[in-house]
C-alpha cells in the first residue's frame, strides 16, 4: 500500500471496520443485538489495530429470536436479556470517536448504513461518517469473480473462515483482512492510489439526520 500511504488524506484516516448482527421481524427493519467494531490507522508502513468495540444488544420486547437467529448466530434471548438496548451501545460506540477523519468500512455496506442511519440520534458521529464498501472494492478488483459474499472471499484469498463467523467481532476480523488485500491488490491495478480513488470506487454517503447533538467525548479511536 505504498502510494496510499504517501496521499495524506489516507495517511491520517482511521477506518472503523463494522459490522452488526440483527432479527429481522416481519414488517420492520432489522433490530441490532450485536455490533463490533474494530480501528485501524496507517502506521509503520500497514494499517494497525488502534481499537475494537464489541457488545451485545437487548432488542425490543416484541421483536422474537428465532430457532434459526439461534442456530445462524449462537445468539440467544437469554444471552440478549442482560444487555443494554441499542441506544445506549451506540451511544457509548460513538463516544469514542473524537479523532477524526474517519471511514467506516462494511462488507455490503448499505445493511451497516441502514442501522446507522436508524440510531442517529444517539450516534451522531457514526451517522456522519462516510462508509466503504469491501463489496464494491472487489468488484473493482475483480470483476469476473462471479459471487462476492464474504465466505467467497475468504476463500478467494486463502484466508481461514473465522471461529464464530456470523458473530459480529469475528466477521469484522475477517472483513478487515479482506480489506488489506483488496487495497493492495487495487493499488498494484492501478485502480486506486488515494482515499478520494477509493471514495469513488467504493465510496458510500452517510445518511445523515439534520440535526445531531455535538458533545464532548473520551477518546479510544
Not at 452488526?20 to 443485538?33: D, M, N, V, Y
Amino acid at each position: 500500500m505504498d502510494e496510499l500511504l504517501r496521499d495524506p488524506r489516507f495517511a491520517v484516516a482511521t477506518f472503523v471496520v463494522i459490522d452488526f448482527e440483527g432479527l429481522t421481524p416481519a414488517g420492520r427493519p432489522a433490530e441490532p443485538i450485536e455490533v463490533a467494531a474494530l480501528a485501524l490507522r496507517p502506521a509503520g508502513g500497514r494499517l494497525q489495530e488502534v481499537g475494537r468495540f464489541e457488545e451485545l444488544m437487548r432488542p425490543p420486547a416484541d421483536v422474537p429470536v428465532t430457532a434459526r437467529d439461534v442456530r445462524l448466530k449462537g445468539i440467544t434471548r437469554t444471552m440478549l436479556s442482560g444487555a443494554a438496548p441499542a441506544a445506549e451501545v451506540m451511544a457509548r460506540l460513538d463516544a469514542y470517536l473524537t479523532a477524526p477523519p474517519y471511514r467506516l468500512v462494511a462488507h455490503h455496506a448499505s445493511t451497516e448504513a441502514g442501522i446507522i442511519s436508524r440510531q442517529a440520534a444517539h450516534c451522531p458521529v457514526l451517522a456522519a461518517t462516510p462508509l466503504l464498501d469491501t463489496l464494491r472494492l472487489a468488484k473493482t478488483v475483480m470483476p469476473s469473480l462471479g459471487s462476492y459474499g464474504l465466505d467467497h472471499l475468504l476463500a478467494f484469498y486463502g484466508i481461514p473462515q473465522p471461529a464464530g463467523r456470523h458473530r459480529a467481532m469475528p466477521d469484522v476480523e475477517a472483513t478487515a483482512q479482506v480489506l488489506v488485500r483488496l487495497l493492495r491488490d487495487g493499488e498494484r491495478e492501478r485502480r486506486w492510489r488515494t482515499l478520494l480513488e477509493l471514495d469513488m470506487a467504493a465510496g458510500l454517503q452517510p445518511r445523515r439526520p439534520p440535526s445531531a447533538p455535538g458533545e464532548e467525548q473520551a477518546c479510544l479511536f
